[in-house]
């Protein structure tokens, strides 16, 4: 679905971008934008939660909703403004370092609740606004200022690891593909439940991967079946493709909804209770 300027601007800040220029972020949160447009959401509906890192920076440059969480705590925050209000549109984004090595034990309590919400993972390989370290998605070629000889760690795959772990929606794309990411995006914003978005998004100034996803990335076969757990497992984790669309979908009950079938579970044993008379309750 195509989204004009003028709609795309009406979730553009007056806070201007400070990446620096050719970070593959830039194209994320203009596939963002339209994403918004197409599903014509209302900025005041919309919850952008970050940690921290250069993708820290994503709510301060829209006009929705922000809160620019703690390092590696994006997902406590996000499940709050999600719990205290479900009907919310709710985007967490992380970089690879906030997300999965801080973060990691977070993210993967997040992918088994299923809570209802996109989580947009933008992933440059390392850890760039403090320079340049290796993070968990350092490459095995790949020197860093802290690994100057090499990355002495075996690179965890995202895709791979969320769908493991439970996410009902993982997919891949590549942030110079903003109209393919956009879609992407979309969908994850819509599928009810816990949605990862794995982005490539190359860090210019300290690991150019531009020149390396053109030649690794290819769409998925059109007769790819992304409801097949074990081939969805097989392409995530292909070492010579990174394959982008959508890899895997499910569904199941969120988060959101069991707590729900809970409550009405406890209301009908116990009744609507106040504090004090569960307070009560407990002394006897």
């Known amino acids: 679905m195509a989204v004009d300027a003028q709609t795309r601007e009406k979730y553009k800040s007056e ?13 994320v949160l203009t596939a963002t934008f339209m994403a918004l447009g197409m599903l014509k959401l209302d900025p005041e509906q919309v919850v ?3 940690g921290i890192g250069c993708s820290g920076r994503f709510p301060a440059f829209t006009t929705c909703y922000g809160f620019h969480s703690l390092h590696g705590r994006t997902m406590p925050v996000a499940l709050g403004v999600k719990a205290a209000n479900p009907d919310l549109t709710i985007i967490a984004v992380g970089g690879d370092g906030d997300t999965l090595a801080i973060g990691g034990n977070h993210f993967m309590h997040a992918c088994r609740r299923n809570i209802n919400l996109a989580y947009l993972l933008l992933d440059n390989n ?4 403090t320079k340049g370290q290796a993070s968990p998605t350092t490459l095995p070629m790949q020197t860093t200022d802290s690994t100057p000889y090499g990355s002495y760690e075996t690179d965890v795959e995202p895709c791979t690891l969320a769908i493991v772990l439970g996410a009902t929606f993982v997919a891949r794309e590549f942030s110079a593909r903003a109209k393919k990411l956009a879609e992407i995006i ?4 819509e599928h009810p439940g816990f949605a990862l978005v794995h982005i490539l998004s190359p860090c210019v100034t300290f690991f150019d991967t531009y020149d390396l996803y053109k030649q690794q990335v290819a769409e998925l076969p059109p007769d ?3 409801t097949d757990l074990q081939q969805a497992i097989r392409y995530a984790s292909d070492p010579e493709r990174k394959w982008v669309g959508v890899l895997y979908r499910t569904q199941r009950p969120t988060f959101e909804e069991r707590i729900h079938e809970i409550n009405q579970k406890a209301i009908e044993r116990h009744g609507r209770l106040t504090l004090q008379q569960m307070l009560e309750r407990r002394r006897v």
């Open 15 to 27: 806070v201007k971008p400070i990446w620096c220029p050719g970070c593959g972020d830039f194209g």
């Open 48 to 50: 952008i939660v970050s």
């Open 224 to 226: 790819y079946d992304p």
């Open 126 to 129: 390392l850890y760039a606004l």
């Open 186 to 189: 979309a969908q994850a914003i």
